[in-house]
């Protein structure tokens, strides 16, 4: 079993920055790779950004501005850093692990976290 859990989230200014931090706990998975994901009121879950196991490789989604992902394996923890922050980023942040590094797609992900608020107010 492996469990993500989330942090970071909470109540920004428009223009303002987050890091969000999904951690691992359970069987180890640290070297999986992960992505995030959000969720915006009415929306669909969309992809914001994947990195590989090692952190070597990193995919974000065009729709996305401002994001850096990273990972520290021996902390087994994943961030997200978003910066320049608009209401339209305002979701629940949503951390996801799969096996193989590359995918858009929420499907490919095994396991899920419960993800944290983002709220950016204008």
């Known amino acids: 079993q492996v469990q993500l859990v989330e942090s970071g989230g909470g109540l920004v200014q428009a223009g303002g920055s987050l890091k969000l931090s999904c951690t691992t706990s359970g069987r180890t998975f640290s070297n999986y790779a992960r992505g995030w994901f959000r969720q915006a009121p009415g929306k669909e879950r969309e992809f914001v950004a994947s990195?590989?196991?090692?952190?070597?490789?990193k995919l974000y989604a065009d729709s996305v501005k401002g994001c850096t992902v990273s990972r520290d394996n021996a902390r087994k923890t994943v961030y997200l850093q978003m910066n320049s922050l608009k209401s339209e980023d305002t979701a629940v942040y949503s951390c996801?692990?799969?096996?193989?590094?590359?995918?858009?797609?929420?499907?490919?992900?095994?396991?899920w976290g419960q993800g944290t608020q983002v709220t950016v107010s204008s």
């Open positions: 996801a692990s799969r096996t193989l590094y590359g995918s858009r797609r929420r499907d490919d992900y095994n396991y």
């Open positions: 990195i590989s196991g090692g952190g070597g490789s």
